[in-house]
């Protein structure tokens, strides 16, 4: 009995184990600094690309006039909520000097955005970045 158990053991191992020989397809890795992926069963390369990651790669470090929400202003002392929220409102902007223009600013505002002009950037406008009220409030607690 205890033979027959052993063999039955052994030959359910190698029958399991056969299923192994099936994959013939190698793995492959891509890169995520290109994001180029080969693609085995077209045989043609594929490009992926993630549009809101390219935008924040062409902002850099400095806040987007254009696309940015008012949180990120909070490292700037004095200028959140209340004037980063008229910078906001009042997007898009041609030129980061725009910025000084809106209606309503106080002289003392102005200063404030005049000290931190070369911490903006302007780009155009991304939907995926604009839309909705997440540049009021996105979310983020």
Known sequence: MNVAVRLL????LVVSCLGWLGMTG?????????RTFLQPVLGVEVQYR????DKLQEMGY???LNNTNVRAFRDLPGMYPTIASKIVKNAPYEEVEDVLD???LTEKQKEFIQSY?????VTEMQTELTQGG???NNGHY
């Open 9 to 12: 053991s052994v030959v359910l």
């Open 26 to 34: 190698q793995a492959r890795a891509g890169t995520l600094s290109d």
């Open 50 to 53: 993630n549009q809101v990651s």
């Open 62 to 64: 400095k806040i987007d």
């Open 102 to 104: 809106i209606p309503g």
């Open 117 to 121: 002009l070369d911490q903006f950037i």
């Open 134 to 136: 997440a540049r009021i």
